[in-house]
């Protein structure tokens, strides 16, 4: 992991953690609530460049001149949520992290509630991810979930904007036909399922698209048999089962990571990607130009009179932990980026869309066009999962992004699968007494 620090310059003993400040800090002749030394734990590789882009520790400084503020970089959410699990047993959670929406009821007991700050009553979403009354997180960004495509190779495929699922299958199989004859390595969709989590767009928002239910996972929970054949689960992860197995996603979909397949995307060796509003950072960055760069939303509908169910939520969700040593510190913090020093020119930076009702951002073109191609859509606020859900989960030992990648593995039979999940679920739902 990565880390940066800001502290106030000391006195001639002190070690400068700031390069170009000089000269000793004044302490103050009260107890100063904004001095001392907090962590602000993160993985998102843009907002990191924000950071330091911005010189939002420097900033923070000058700010609270008596305070220090370190940043701790992760490599990816993966490792953040291994080291947040055990530092959370330990008491050492960070001053300030970031929550998921799934993650919330995780780590509601180490969270301070920030109902009634300014970045709460400011915040269009916070309100909807209360927890027992309580606001234990503000969401940075309100995200949707894209599809990416190259619109010049669609043109010279000859396949168009798809409307419904057999439809998007239908032009997978259509790219990888055209392209693949003459490029072995192309793949029609890029994934990344080395890293396993690249395939959520499918695998954990899937369910919820197929039934227009964003609390798909806690409905879940109230089940003894989720897996069944003609729930929204069984439904659509045969969809995704027939789409993952097809071929579309190259001749090692399991040999690539989520930087690899993207790279691989911006290099047009690929012709559609799933992924966050986020993603279009990475992209832009990778790509010899956007100009032919489109987007549309995943059509997990059945036909053109379904509704076209989109998911948006909230994402990263700032709080402030009860392990911080210096919480009034941290939730000025927190108060300090959602305010006008901040966060505009995160928004401005950051491609997806704004959490605030006081700094309204339009939508950058490219993922303005998904819109346009989906005038009839239907949004889907996703929720995550409470506690109920998570207790199953953990005792059955369910992971919907890593059973994405195990449908590529061979001999992988997905009824069975499905069939020894339901009864599983079942018996942990009997023996956790959730009803």
Request: glycine residues 6%; negative net charge.
């Amino acid at each position: 992991m990565k880390k940066t620090s800001a502290a106030a310059a000391g006195c001639a003993a002190a070690i400068l953690l700031l390069s170009g400040m000089t000269g000793c800090s004044k302490k103050s002749a009260t107890d100063n609530p904004y001095k001392g030394s907090i962590t602000f734990s993160i993985w998102d590789n843009n907002l990191n460049e924000f950071i330091e882009k911005d010189n939002l520790v420097e900033k923070f400084h000058q700010k609270y001149p008596e305070a220090e503020l370190e940043i701790e970089k992760m490599k990816d959410d993966s490792e953040y949520w291994n080291s947040m699990k055990i530092r959370a047993s330990a008491r050492q959670l960070p001053d300030v992290m970031f929550n998921k929406p799934f993650t919330l009821t995780r780590f509601k007991d180490y969270l301070l509630d920030m109902s009634g700050t300014e970045a709460d009553k400011n915040n269009m979403l916070a309100d909807s991810y209360k927890i027992d009354g309580k606001v234990f997180g503000i969401p940075l960004t309100t995200t949707y979930e894209y599809v990416y495509y190259w619109k010049d190779m669609f043109a010279a495929a000859g396949v168009k904007v798809p409307q419904t699922w057999s439809e998007f299958e239908d032009i997978t199989k259509k790219l990888q036909a055209f392209y693949g004859k003459t490029n072995p390595d192309f793949m029609a969709l890029a994934c990344g399922l080395k890293d396993e989590w690249p395939d959520y767009p499918y695998m954990e928002f899937g369910p919820a698209l197929e039934g227009g239910n964003g609390h798909n996972w806690n409905t879940m929970a109230s089940q003894d048999a989720p897996f069944a054949e003609g729930t929204d689960i069984y439904k659509c992860y045969h969809k995704i089962y027939e789409l993952f197995t097809s071929g579309v996603l190259g001749k090692d979909p399991l040999g690539l990571g989520y930087d690899q397949a993207s790279g691989l995307f911006a290099a047009k060796k690929a012709a559609i990607m799933a992924t966050g509003d986020w993603g279009l950072q990475s992209i832009s960055q990778n790509a010899s130009s956007i100009d032919q760069l489109g987007t549309f939303y995943l059509p997990l509908r059945n036909t053109t009179s379904d509704p076209y169910n989109v998911i948006t939520q909230g994402d990263s969700f700032m709080g402030v932990t009860t392990h911080s040593k210096h919480p009034e510190l941290a939730k000025a913090f927190v108060e300090w980026f959602f305010s006008s020093e901040v966060y505009p020119d995160f928004i401005a930076y950051n491609s997806s869309s704004s959490s605030m009702k006081n700094f309204s951002k339009e939508k950058d073109p490219v993922l303005a066009e998904a819109d346009a191609n989906t005038p009839d859509k239907v949004l889907v606020m996703y929720d995550g999962a409470g506690d109920n859900f998570t207790a199953i989960q953990n005792e059955t030992a369910f992971d919907y992004k890593k059973l994405g990648a195990e449908m590529l593995t061979p001999g992988f039979d997905l009824d069975k699968k499905l069939t020894e999940l339901n009864e599983k679920w079942k018996a942990a739902r009997i023996k956790l007494n959730i009803k």
